[in-house]
DNA sequence: CTTTTGATTGGTATCGTTATCAATTTGGAT
DNA sequence: ATCCAAATTGATAACGATACCAATCAAAAG
């Protein structure tokens, strides 16, 4: 009849048409529906790509009350953390028909509702949310979601729904008795960027609190600028000049410890013997430099498969095309609590 | 009547009952479109929070047939590079009412065209991609895709639409130039991963040519692992291995080439006296440890914020929210030619 | 040969919103 | 007061797919 190839893309009604069939037989063929006959469904197909059919998967979302979209939501990109978590859940995303939508806030809580309340809208299956500590707005639209929330990073606090991730409370005591087994006496602690996220202010406390109990206190510096290894000599420098006697420094991450490695190894400032110098995160470049950083080796990665696991497992019946592993089943609210360990380098 | 609360979330039909107003009201209040009168919009403004009424974009993205979705396609999330781009596009894009949906193809071609597939389903508002050669489902699928389309990264070749990027011709050039104007004559390339992406293998065959230009060899070699400081220092043990009278070492990328640093410092080999190591893409660690890392400075953020800007231009005049300063148009079919510059290290 | 069962196929309504156009109201110009 | 244009509101019909249920058909059971 009329030109289908200059109109608007074809829809299931041209297929359906073309192949002489009905509409929701293409929608079945499409879905890879059962009960649709060999020689239906070679019809379709045939139909379809001479047309160049694609179904619309808004329209199918808006039906089926499904849309298949995760929304993640994350304070940074400029970390190498985030997109570590972030590829971890593509891994675990993958063989199931889940997509990610990314949302940044940039450690803005204001940015952070915006940005839920507009993912939201889009009726997600699921929501991914880094740490613990929301805006009031977000942990109610969060509480209130209609589908399952995971909470990643950090497993100190009460989480919404799932959650999957390492405990601060546990990285501060570790980096604590380290220290201290290993002789340090005259500790201090150097953060970034008014210790956003939470969880670096959680571990902080943590560490002080760890010391206290062996009867020692804690210098902290926090610098303003964002992490990055100019922060970290930045922020070795200042926390040198108020208290010179420091003979060791954990950094709330390794970014800022590698700063200061640089800036001790410029000021001729030997490390360990004069001062020892700890990270956190266990980033590839720690093992690699001379001397090797000493670091909490935190697993990402392995976070963001876990969250996607989490996720598979709850939404399981809809999502899954190559099935998981038949496993324990999670009870609701459920935590998944990684393990941390002590990376020990040549820096304490 | 029935009980609002224990029943499905509430629609636009329920807000407009409560305000004793049409749906199509509620609609206009909520997309803030003009015609409505205070009066009427605080009424409807009321009703909504009352129900904690959220518009389904889904729904409203089929009827009106825009969906606001930007497809964000990278081969990976390992290293810095694509989410420094992905965090351009987030910040360009910010002030539109565009999102980010992501796909990460890890460099399998395969795999990138189910994603596409995927993700143009969802009808999205433009398409960002990186690179410029692609699978040939890939190519016909944006060169048909009804949205604009922007390849990011490189400029060597034929965009199918936008693009915005650097030289890898001019990168290779550059250095070449460089290398050679510093006096070194026994030359050496690094790669990995069989040279994915593309660009990478552009920019080592336009160091070469710009080499023979000079009457100078290359000596190549390409290791099988991905990109990494630990797979840079088996290279540059490799190559030198093979060429142990080499002068000088390009690798592939700064991880590549920090990794071959630290190989040379290992075993008592003088840089940049015995031999030259330059990277490319001038990640902030290259100008923090000593020696500096010379390298050719990449400028990834700056190519997401321009592939957002191009967008935006294209997408004007349905997405802005406050409006883009008025600069000159670009023709359909541009592209964004970004600027490399030589960051000369202590290493050549 | 009839009845029953299960596998295929189709008709119709609907998901929740917005485009389109018609109806109504308001305010100013004549 | 009368009329016309602009502003405001509403009724209706999509958008393109899938859920639900009815109808048809072939094969198995009696």
Redesign the interface.
Known sequence: MSDPDISS?PTARDVAKRAGVSVITVSRVMRSAPNVSPAMRDKVRAAALEL?Y??????G??RARE?G?VA?IVP???H?V???V??GI?HGLSGTSL??????THYDQAREAAIL???????PAAVIISGLEHHPDVHAMLA?A?CPVVEVMDVDGDPIDLCVGTSQQEAGELMAAHLVETGRRRIGYVGAWGERPDRSRKRREAFAAALTRRGLDLAVHIEDAPS???TG?AGCAAILAEHPDLDAIHFANDDLA??AL?HC??NGIRVPEDIGLAGFNGI??VG???PRLTTIANPRFEMGICAARMLSRRLNSEYSEGDQDAQVSLPAGDTWHLPLHLSKGDTT
Chains 1, 2 share one sequence.
């Open positions: 893309p160049g694609r179904p619309n998967r808004v329209a979302a808006l849309t979209l993640v940074s990109m400029s190498s985030f997109p570590e972030i590829d593509d997509r990610t939508v990314l949302g940044i309340h507009d993912l939201i809208a889009w009726n209130g209609s990055s290894l100019k000599r590698l700063g640089f190894r410029e590839e470049l690699m430099i001379t």
